[in-house]
């Protein structure tokens, strides 16, 4: 198939991922859309690898390298490619679109070249990724759509959950599986037993993420002595109310809470937080805590109750997968967790959904008279979130970080000694890029 010369055609969504890395000036994507019970689901995926800079809004007209399923019609223009409709058939298959920057995709280029991608690269390829899965849904579905809509697989992760934002024919409800990637097939397989071996109905939907592992107090207070970390133990109220006024201005804090949250992005049990009204922070959190570039954008946590008040999204996203528009008179009070677009990939918050993770935000809110905090996910670049307290305390002492709050206990970085704060160069080597 590479080595045809006229395209690109992957038979499943993994490879069409991995294709994606070895080929610039493209995007691929490998979509499936479907509607059932008057609900429309769309899985696939969809990447991109550019080698020039911001182009990819004025592709090259070359019907010879867009391959598509058999049942989809493609238009192309000097524009770009636009999938213009879908067979009305019940089974539509698998789309396979390659966007091209030239007309020619030789076996060498495919293999050899190796030019970087910039950030203008990056936001001309995310401007395609979202007309490409707009298309699919709408073709899907009709011209207008105003049902359910769900998304699987890795598209979601990136850029599926922009679709909808300033849509005029937004659906009444997204539903995004917060383990949208290879880990997600498990709960897809249980499902699945669920309903065929065991004619099992289905249930109110998911209302949290938080089905990992737990640690009691006796287990963060063994991880502690072992650790020979000094800690304070607060009560409930006080534990709340110092974290509260520790986060105002430049601490940063790792939150260590209750069981862990599964999929790819924490949810306030195992988080990095901290005061989204300081822009520093945002610098801070990259370089001496994530060791990442600078740039790279954080999400803030809001309290479900005054998501409106900060931002154009009028739904829950207690995933951390929505991205809406920051209201502009609020982006300088939040520039933490404000992107440079004027959005921000939201988590939402609720008191049923996680209580303590809420009132701590609710605090700070009492404080500051600000419902949003920064929320990242506990650890460095490149490094699994952690999941006991051992790697908690691991992580804390190979970071700035300045407090650990382990369930009810609370570590200073301050009131360490020299040799309890660790080098982190061979921390860091531990673990590659991401």
């Not at 600078?294 to 309290?303: D, G, I, K, N, W």
């Not at 605090?363 to 952690?386: A, D, L």
């Amino acid at each position: 198939v590479l080595t045809a010369g006229t395209g690109i055609k992957v038979t499943d969504a993994g490879a069409g991922g991995a294709v994606t890395l070895a080929i610039n000036d493209s995007v691929v994507a490998t979509l499936s859309g479907a509607r059932y019970s008057g609900s429309v689901f769309v899985t696939g995926s969809v990447g991109a690898s550019t080698g020039f800079s911001g182009s990819l809004t004025r592709l090259a007209d070359g019907t010879s390298y867009l391959i598509a399923g058999p049942n989809v019609t493609i238009t192309s223009a000097s524009a770009g490619v636009t999938i213009s409709s879908f067979d009305s058939g019940a089974d539509r298959g698998a789309q396979y679109v390659v966007l091209q920057s030239t007309g020619s995709l030789t076996n060498e280029r495919v293999l050899t070249s190796g030019s970087g991608i910039s950030i203008t690269d990056n936001g001309a390829g995310n401007g395609v990724t979202l007309n490409i899965v707009d298309s699919v849904v709408a073709t899907v579905s009709g011209t207008t759509f105003t049902g359910n809509i769900a998304f699987e697989k890795t598209v979601t992760s990136g850029t599926i959950s922009q679709a909808t934002r300033a849509n005029d024919t937004a659906p009444q409800d997204i539903f995004i599986q917060p383990a949208s990637g290879d880990a997600g097939g498990a709960l897809g397989v249980a499902y699945l037993i669920w309903f065929r071996e065991f004619q099992g109905k289905r249930t109110s939907r998911m209302e949290h993420a938080y089905y990992g592992p737990e640690y009691g107090e006796k287990e963060i207070e063994a991880a502690l002595r072992e650790s020979n970390l000094p800690s304070e133990k607060l009560p409930d109220d006080r534990l709340i109310e110092t974290v509260a006024k520790l986060m105002e201005g430049e601490n940063v804090i790792g939150w260590f809470q209750g069981r862990m949250e599964y999929g790819p992005r924490a949810l306030g049990n195992r988080s990095i937080i901290a005061d989204a009204r300081n822009k520093e922070n945002w610098k801070k959190v990259n370089l001496k805590i994530k060791f990442r570039e600078s740039f790279r954008p954080f999400a803030p946590t809001v309290l479900a109750e005054r998501t409106a008040d900060y931002f154009a999204l009028d739904r829950e996203s207690p995933y951390m997968l929505l991205v809406a528009d920051v209201h502009p008179g609020k982006r300088r009070e939040i520039p933490a967790v404000t992107h440079v677009d004027g959005s921000a990939r939201i988590q939402t918050i609720s008191a049923t959904q996680n209580p303590r993770y809420h009132r701590l935000i609710a605090e700070f809110e009492k404080n500051t008279g600000c419902g949003v905090i920064i929320n990242t996910s506990f650890n460095v670049r490149g490094e699994p979130i952690v999941e006991s307290p051992k790697d908690a305390i691991n992580c804390f002492l190979h970071t700035q970080m300045d407090f650990l709050v382990l369930g009810n206990c609370v570590v200073r970085k301050d009131a360490l000694t020299g040799d309890q704060q660790k080098d982190n160069k061979e921390y860091l080597k531990k673990f590659e890029l991401d």
